[in-house]
C-alpha cells in the first residue's frame, strides 16, 4: 500500500514537472531608454563628434551638448540679427572646425568658436533638402546638396581659406561648381567611397561616381522603387533606400550596373531615414517611432521590433547606443539583442 | 493487498461530432462590418461561420488495491476540424489520475492539454502596422480535486489549478500564467436528477509583459471569477435518457489602469454560456448526444469603442455518437 502511494506521488510529480510548458521566444529585440536630452524643440537631427553631439533642435535653434554629462554647452537661436527658422540639419567639419546647418531658409555654415553664427556664410536657397560636406585637408571643403525645385536639383561646390584683399581671411566658393538638373525634386545624400546616393523622390534612386572628393559625380545609373525614395545611405555593399509609406529598400550595388535586384521590406511602414551599423538598421518611422532590423543578410532583412519612441526623425549611431532625433528631444536607446 | 492490475478491464469510448458555429472567430458586429471591407482579418474563411467535425477516444482502467479502494487512470484525446475555418484545427487531450477510497470520497489528478487553437488573425504589432497573422494559443492545465461526501445526496468537490495558456509566434505577449481555485457543490435530486453550484476564483499573470517599449507591450493580466450553474435531469424520463441545462458566467477584470492602454485599461466583461442538451441511451453502450450553446460577451470599459470591439454573441450546435468499448483479455 504504502508502495502505492509513493509511486503515485512520483507519478504526479513527474506529471507535474514535466508537463509543464515553455512559452515561445518571439527573438526580438528590446530597447531602452537610458536618456532624454530635452531640446525643447523637436530634435531634427544630430551629428556626434566624440561625445559631443551637435543637435538640429528645430525651432529651438542648434544646440551643443556633451552626451555623457548630458550638459547643455552651447545653444544658438539666431545669426546675426535674424532667428533661425527651424533647424533641420547639422554637420560639424571637425577637419576645418566649421558647423554646418541647414534651416528652413539655407544652409548656411561658420567657424565653431566663440563668433559662432555671428556672420554665417549662406549655401543655395530655401528648397534645399539635403547636404553632405566632405574634407580632406585643412583649408578646403567640398559640399553636395540637393534641392527639392527640381530646376535646382542636385548641386555641389568647394570652398577655400582664402585671403581676400581689403576683407581678410574668408572661406571662398571656388569656381568649379556644377549642377545637375534632374526632372523630379531630390530629397537626400549619401556618400561612401566612390559614390554618391541620391535620393530622387518619384524617380527612385540615383547613383554617380565619384573617383576623388570634389570631382563632378558621374551618372552610373538610376533605380526606380515603389513610392517616394526619400532618404538614401550608402552602405558597405549597396544602397538603402527610405521610401516614405512605400518602406524600405536594399538595392546591391551590383544592381547599378547589372541586372536590378532589389529587396524590399518594412513595406507596410512610413519610413523617413535609415540608420546602419554593424548587423542593425534602425529605421525612422515618424510618428511609430522607429522600427529594427537584423540585417546581417541585407537582401533578407529581419523585423526585430517596432519602438514607439516618439515621433522620430532619424537616427544616429553614437558607441553602442543609438541616438533618436524625436519631438521629446533627443533620446539616448540602448539595444538589448 | 496488492495491486490487481489485471484485475478489471479497459473501458474504451469512441465518439464522432457533427457541429456548427455562427461565429468561430467570435467578431463583435463592429468586426464583422470591418470584415466585410477587409477579408484578410478572416484568415483563410470565407464565411463567419463553420461546420465542425470532431472526434474522440477515451479509455479508463480502475485498480482495485482494496476494499473500497480504487485507483482509475483515464486518458482520452479529441481531434476537432472546423470545416470553414480552414486555421481551425486543433486536437486535445488529458488524463486523470483517480484514487478514490469510498463512494464521494477521492482525490484526482487531472493534466489536461489544447493543442494551438485558433482565434483569428490579429495585427502583429511588435513588427508591422498592418500585417496580420494568425493567433494560436495552447493551454496546458494541471488540476488537483478533492470530493468529499457531505451527506447522503449532496457531496463537495475542492480543487486548485494551474494554467498555462501559451500563444504561438507572433503573440507570445498574450502568455497567461493562470492560478485558479475551485468549489463545487452537488445534490442528487431524488428521483430527478442533479444540481450543482460551482465557482472559480483566479488570477491570471501576463507572464510576458514587461515594460519594454513595444507597441504590444500591455499588461493583460486580470482577475477572475466563474459561476457554473448545472441541472441535470436522468430520473423518470420518457423516450429520452438526460436532458440538462447549464450557465457558466465568468466575470473578468483586466488589472491594467494604464491610460495609455485603452484596450485593457479598467476593462471587464462576462461571458454568460448557457447550455442545454438532451441525452438517449440507444444502448447499454451507443448513446446520442444534442447539444446547444448561446455564448455572449458583454464588455464594459469608459471607452465605448471598446465595449463595442469586445463584446459578441456565439450560438454553436452539436450533434454526438458514443459507443462505449470493454475490452478484456481475460
Known amino acids: ?200 523622390d518619384q524617380m527612385g534612386v540615383y547613383l554617380y561616381a565619384v573617383d576623388l572628393i570634389g570631382d563632378s559625380p558621374e551618372f552610373i545609373s538610376r533605380i526606380d522603387t515603389e513610392g517616394n525614395a526619400e532618404d538614401v545611405l550608402i552602405s558597405n555593399n549597396g544602397v538603402f533606400v527610405s521610401c516614405d509609406d512605400a518602406g524600405a529598400y536594399f538595392i546591391p550595388m551590383d544592381s547599378f550596373s547589372g541586372d536590378v535586384a532589389l529587396h524590399r521590406f518594412a513595406d507596410n511602414m512610413t519610413v523617413d531615414h535609415i540608420a546602419v551599423k554593424n548587423d542593425i538598421a534602425s529605421l525612422s518611422l515618424g510618428s511609430k517611432g522607429i522600427a529594427l532590423y537584423d540585417i546581417s543578410d541585407p537582401t533578407q532583412p529581419e523585423a526585430k521590433g517596432i519602438f514607439p519612441v516618439g515621433y522620430t526623425y532619424r537616427t544616429v549611431f553614437w558607441k553602442d547606443r543609438l541616438l533618436a532625433c524625436t519631438r521629446e528631444g533627443l533620446q539616448v536607446l540602448k539595444i538589448e539583442k | 493487498m496488492s495491486l490487481l492490475l489485471g484485475g478489471t478491464p479497459i473501458e474504451f469510448g469512441v465518439s464522432l461530432t457533427g457541429g456548427y458555429d455562427n461565429n468561430a472567430m467570435r467578431f463583435s458586429i463592429d468586426e464583422i462590418n470591418e470584415a466585410a471591407q477587409d477579408i484578410e482579418m478572416m484568415g483563410g474563411a470565407k464565411t463567419f461561420d463553420s461546420f465542425i467535425t470532431k472526434w474522440g477516444i477515451s479509455a479508463l482502467k480502475e485498480m482495485i488495491i482494496g476494499q473500497k479502494k480504487v485507483i482509475k487512470l483515464k486518458g482520452f484525446l479529441a481531434s476537432s476540424d472546423y470545416i470553414n475555418t480552414p486555421e481551425k484545427k486543433y486536437w486535445s487531450g488529458g488524463t486523470d489520475l483517480t484514487y478514490k477510497w469510498g463512494p464521494y470520497r477521492n482525490i484526482k489528478y487531472s493534466l489536461r492539454h489544447l493543442d494551438r487553437f485558433y482565434l483569428r488573425h490579429y495585427v502583429n504589432r511588435d513588427i508591422t502596422v498592418s500585417d496580420l497573422a494568425s493567433c494560436v494559443f495552447t493551454d496546458r492545465s494541471h488540476a488537483l480535486t478533492i470530493t468529499q461526501r457531505l451527506s447522503k445526496v449532496s457531496w463537495l468537490n475542492l480543487g486548485a489549478g494551474y494554467l498555462q495558456r501559451y500563444y504561438s509566434r507572433p503573440f507570445t505577449e498574450f502568455d497567461l500564467d493562470i492560478v ?150 481475460y
Open chain 1, 1 to 200: 500500500m504504502i508502495n502505492i502511494r509513493i509511486k503515485i506521488i512520483q507519478a504526479l510529480m513527474i506529471l507535474t514537472i514535466f508537463g509543464c510548458m515553455r512559452p515561445d521566444d518571439e527573438n526580438l529585440w528590446s530597447t531602452v531608454v537610458e536618456n532624454t536630452i530635452g531640446t525643447n524643440g523637436f530634435a531634427r537631427d544630430v551629428y556626434v563628434q566624440g561625445d559631443t553631439a551637435f543637435i538640429a533642435a528645430g525651432q529651438s535653434g542648434l544646440q551643443i551638448w556633451n552626451l555623457e554629462s548630458k550638459t547643455l554647452l552651447e545653444q544658438y537661436e539666431s545669426f546675426g540679427s535674424a532667428d533661425l527658422e527651424d533647424v533641420g540639419r547639422v554637420h560639424y567639419d571637425s577637419l576645418n572646425s566649421l558647423v554646418f546647418i541647414m534651416d528652413q531658409s539655407k544652409i548656411m555654415f561658420d567657424e565653431y568658436d566663440s563668433t559662432l553664427f555671428d556672420a554665417p556664410t549662406p549655401i543655395g536657397d530655401s528648397h534645399n533638402e539635403d547636404f553632405i560636406v566632405l574634407s580632406e585637408t585643412g583649408g578646403t571643403f567640398y559640399i553636395y546638396y540637393v534641392d527639392r525645385d527640381a530646376g535646382d536639383g542636385f548641386l555641389w561646390g568647394q570652398y577655400n581659406f582664402e585671403e581676400i584683399p581689403f576683407i581678410g581671411e574668408i572661406w571662398q566658393r571656388q569656381d568649379n561648381d556644377g549642377q545637375i538638373r534632374p526632372s523630379s525634386p531630390m530629397k537626400g545624400l549619401s556618400h561612401s567611397g566612390d559614390f554618391i546616393a541620391v535620393a530622387g
Open chain 2, 180 to 329: 485558479y481555485l475551485k468549489a463545487k457543490i452537488n445534490y442528487k435530486l431524488k428521483n430527478i436528477g442533479s444540481v450543482a453550484v460551482q465557482i472559480n476564483q483566479g488570477v491570471a499573470n501576463n507572464i510576458s509583459y514587461s515594460s519594454q517599449i513595444r507597441p504590444s507591450s500591455f499588461d493583460r493580466s486580470y482577475d477572475t471569477m466563474e459561476l457554473f450553474f448545472p441541472l441535470k435531469i436522468n430520473k423518470n424520463l420518457p423516450i429520452i435518457s438526460e436532458i440538462g441545462v447549464s450557465l457558466r458566467a465568468e466575470f473578468r477584470e483586466y488589472d491594467a489602469e494604464d491610460p495609455s492602454d485603452p484596450l485593457h485599461s479598467g476593462r471587464s466583461h462576462v461571458d454568460s454560456k448557457y447550455d442545454m442538451w438532451v441525452k438517449k441511451k440507444l444502448t447499454d453502450e451507443i448513446s446520442l448526444t444534442m447539444s446547444s450553446r448561446f455564448r455572449t460577451r458583454v464588455t464594459e470599459s469608459e471607452y465605448e469603442w471598446v465595449d463595442d470591439l469586445k463584446s459578441f454573441k456565439q450560438f454553436q450546435f452539436w450533434f454526438n455518437i458514443e459507443w462505449d468499448m470493454i475490452y478484456d483479455k
